[in-house]
């Protein structure tokens, strides 16, 4: 069955960065995109970025732009999103998320159909 | 770009149907047939529950069902359940290059 583990919880001053993983498995790593949502306290879904673990290109949404770098490792299915740069406003849950169709079956908004997610890491920044 | 419009709350008794709007533009909702809508308990990751306007992923009762007209998409939930009560979100691919844009939110509370 997939599944999408991630790591614990952090908590960072502001100013620094902090890199979040998700582990894959249960499927083939390099066959799908990997998505990265984040949510404020009591706020909505935010889409930070997608990456394509086959080849490592990115897309960012424009907000994010300059902080934030997702990266992968295919030896241990592992996919990585740095932000630097923090600030108190960078405080949520951070999840990793899977579309249902692989790269090679989607195009544009269908390889946003985000069917698997991870249990969500919290970041809080604070000083 | 903008988070997509929905409304705050709705609620409704077991049994009974209710309908979340989410209101984009030309470049989002209105441009694509690629509208989705996402559970989420508190506490719990988001989960799928249409997806492309009005396709439900297996595992999805069909109490759920997505349409969409012009640059609004709608999640009605027929025959209201208890376990149906959670926050509600749409998402829609849009032209911008933020590319993937998620609504307000709304609360379903099961009166």
């Known amino acids: ?65 300059g902080r934030v770098t997702m990266t992968r490792d295919t030896s241990t ?22 579309p249902m169709s692989p790269g090679s079956y989607c195009s544009g908004g269908s390889c946003f159909n985000l069917d698997y997610w991870g249990q969500g890491t919290l970041v809080t920044v604070s000083s | 770009q903008s988070a997509l419009t929905q409304p705050a709350s709705v609620s409704g008794s077991p049994g009974q149907s209710i309908t979340i709007s989410c209101t984009g533009t030309s470049s989002d909702v209105g441009g694509y047939n690629y509208v989705s809508w996402y559970q989420q308990h508190p506490g719990k990751a988001p989960k799928l529950m249409i997806y492309e306007v009005s396709n439900r992923p ?27 009560e959670a ?24 009166l």
């Open chain 1, 1 to 65: 069955q997939v599944q999408l583990v991630q790591s614990g919880a952090e908590v960072k001053k502001p100013g620094a960065s902090v890199k979040v993983s998700c582990k894959a498995s249960g499927y083939t790593f390099t066959s799908y995109y990997m998505h990265w949502v984040r949510q404020a306290p009591g706020q909505g879904l935010e889409w930070m970025g997608i990456i394509n673990p086959s080849g490592g290109s990115t897309s960012y949404a424009q907000k994010f732009q």
């Open chain 1, 77 to 98: 299915s592992t996919v990585y999103m740095e932000l630097s740069s923090l600030r108190s406003e960078d405080t949520a849950v951070y999840y990793c998320a899977r």
């Open chain 2, 58 to 84: 297996s595992g999805v009762p069909d109490r759920f069902s997505g349409s969409k007209s012009g640059n609004t998409a709608s999640l009605t939930i027929s025959g209201l359940q208890a376990e149906d």
């Open chain 2, 87 to 110: 926050d509600y979100y749409c998402s829609s691919y849009t032209s911008s290059s933020t590319l993937y844009v998620f609504g307000t939110g709304t609360k379903v509370t099961v």
